[in-house]
């Protein structure tokens, strides 16, 4: 039954975060190598914020629209995510009702929800997990029909 | 389910010859993302998103009133049509890494489906019907 569908039945597991303590260079070259603009902040195993890439854009002072690549850079090495990152980050059980996890995403605007078992990190549910499963759900349809 | 049936009907639209900035006005006003854009003759030719007009405004300054959208839309986007199923929409979104598809009867745009919309309308699937009289 769709209705009884579980955020972990689509959640993505092999979830990629940073560290309070990373710096935001560190976490801008892994969302760029990842293709991905959010990272949950881990801290000790526990889910501690979650960063996005507009925050790092935003670390910037407001006059740094005058700053060259070189000079944001530098600022970039010097800021560390447990800094800017937002703290109290909205996450949902992986054993929680999927449609409960989609209605916080949709009523929130939310792209991603990190997503915990016991505030320990075990996956990140994306729009994407989202889109991949109507298109296996229509897939299945279309094989019954 | 078809896209008809989900998207937004008579979206709005911006010329590709707005300044940025005045596109970012609109998306911030009305709370989109995202914005179709026509050429002076009717025709789609891109689609420009709010992360666009911001990195131009931010970058540009003071001189962000002569940034136009044409310079920072993406060009030719991804289209569908209003008998397109919404799982092949999906499925059009996830490959090309877009969250919004201009819907196109032939050449002239009567709609636009964005990710959202693909996330309310499957939310609405998954919800129990409301008995009648309850």
Redesign the interface.
């Known amino acids: 039954m ?2 009884q ?1 579980k955020v972990s039945d689509l959640m993505t597991k092999s979830v990629i975060s940073a560290q309070p303590d990373s710096k935001l260079s560190a976490a801008k070259a892994l969302m760029k190598e990842f ?1 991905i603009r959010h990272l949950p902040v881990v801290e000790h195993g526990v889910l501690a914020g979650i960063i996005s890439s507009g925050d790092i854009r935003e670390a910037a002072p407001s006059d740094a ?2 700053l060259s690549v070189w000079e944001l850079n530098y600022l970039w090495d010097k800021i560390t995510v447990g800094e800017v990152m937002t703290r109290n980050v909205v996450s949902v059980n992986a054993d929680e009702p ?2 409960d996890a ?2 916080i ?2 009523a929130r ?1 939310f ?1 991603s929800l990190p997503v915990v078992r016991q505030d320990v990190l075990v996956g990140i549910l994306t ?2 997990d ?6 296996a ?3 299945a349809e279309m094989v019954q029909a | 389910m078809l896209v008809a049936e989900i998207m937004t009907s008579n979206p709005v639209t911006i010329t590709g010859n707005a300044p940025a900035a005045r596109a970012l006005h609109i998306m911030d006003e009305m709370g989109f993302h995202q914005l179709p854009v026509m050429s002076n003759a009717g025709h789609v030719v891109g689609i420009v998103t709010q992360r666009d007009c911001r990195q131009a405004v931010s970058a540009n300054g003071y001189s962000h009133k002569h940034t136009t959208v044409n310079t920072i839309m993406s060009p030719a986007p991804i289209v569908v049509e209003p008998q397109t199923p919404v799982q092949e929409a999906a499925r059009l979104m996830t490959e090309h890494h877009v969250r919004c598809l201009p819907v196109m009867r032939g050449e002239t745009l009567v709609g636009i489906l964005t990710a959202s919309d693909l996330l309310i309308a499957f939310m609405r699937t998954l919800e129990p019907e409301p008995t009648p009289g309850s």
């Open positions: 769709l209705s569908l293709g629209t005058t999927f449609v989609l209605r995403m949709v605007k792209s729009e994407t989202v889109f991949h499963k109507i298109i759900l229509a897939e």
